[in-house]
């Protein structure tokens, strides 16, 4: 996380602290405010997934409709926004059921579950920080079911 100058000097300068600090900040805040399990480490803050939540990942076109469909429904919930080549937005979602082994889901929408994390904002990637397309808040930090993001994902989603 520090300057490349700190990384090949093996020393810690004020401003590697301050991210450092920044981040741990942001991290309690996420576990106070949002009752949510983070870490962080040297990729930035990540949130663990467990047996009780999932993650949909999809190209940041599909998310567009899928979270409209989800604020139609008051079912939008917590979004991350990934930068890249091919950006793509990753629904927190809860599991309320087992997931079933012949699910079908579209072709470009993929699950992310435990022991996988996610990496939250303001995490850097190599192509830019990851943001909210849809942030949390003290009011809806709540996860949607993984049913109602793949029921609305199945009706946007131009594969399926």
Known sequence: ???????????????????????????????????????????GI??????????????????????????????????????????HWIFLAELVALLPTQLTTPADVRFVRAPHQVLLPPSQTEDGPITWANPPTASRRWFPPFTAVLAVARTVSPEY
């Open 46 to 87: 990540l949130l663990p997934l467990s047996s009780a939540h999932t993650a949909l990942s999809m190209p940041e076109h599909v998310g567009v409709g899928v979270l409209a469909g989800l604020r139609a429904r008051m079912l939008a919930g917590p979004v991350l926004a990934v930068p890249g080549p091919q950006p």
């Open 1 to 43: 996380m520090g300057s490349a100058h700190s990384a090949v000097a093996g020393t810690v300068t004020p401003e590697d602290r301050a991210v450092d600090r920044s981040m741990t900040e942001v991290a309690a805040s996420y576990a106070r405010l949002m009752g949510w399990p983070v870490v962080v480490t040297e990729k």
